[in-house]
């Protein structure tokens, strides 16, 4: 089993920086790679950026040049680093890691961004 725990959401001023880290635990070798997504009220969760073991990235279109997702192995952490944020920012930010074995996918619990105009 692999546990996902967010933190560093919170309330922020439009144009302002916010970091939020993803602390895994348990069946770590399991992990092939980790992303970040989020889920606006009303709307599909949506695919934010993700990053490998070897620490290849892929982002959505929608985050690039403001978002960067970064990893610290020692730490079994990921990072979603925003900047120029903006209130359509505002949502609940998951966690995700693929697996190599069943059950190929694990979650956070979600942490709450709310930027304010």
């Known amino acids: 089993q692999v546990q996902l725990v967010e933190s560093g959401g919170g309330l922020v001023q439009a144009g302002g920086p916010l970091r939020l880290s993803c602390a895994a635990s348990?069946?770590?070798?399991?992990?092939?790679?980790m992303g970040w997504y989020r889920q606006a009220p009303g709307k599909q969760r949506e695919f934010l950026a993700t990053?490998?073991?070897?620490?290849?990235?892929n982002y959505a279109d929608s985050t690039k040049g403001r978002f960067t997702i970064s990893r610290d192995n020692a730490k079994n952490t990921v990072y979603l680093e925003m900047n120029s944020l903006k209130p359509e920012d505002t949502a609940v930010y998951y966690c995700?890691?693929?697996?190599?074995?069943?059950?190929?996918?694990?979650w956070g619990q979600g942490t709450q961004v709310t930027v304010s105009s």
């Open positions: 990053i490998t073991s070897d620490g290849r990235t």
């Open positions: 348990g069946s770590i070798f399991n992990i092939n790679a």
């Open positions: 995700n890691a693929l697996l190599r074995l069943t059950p190929y996918e694990a």
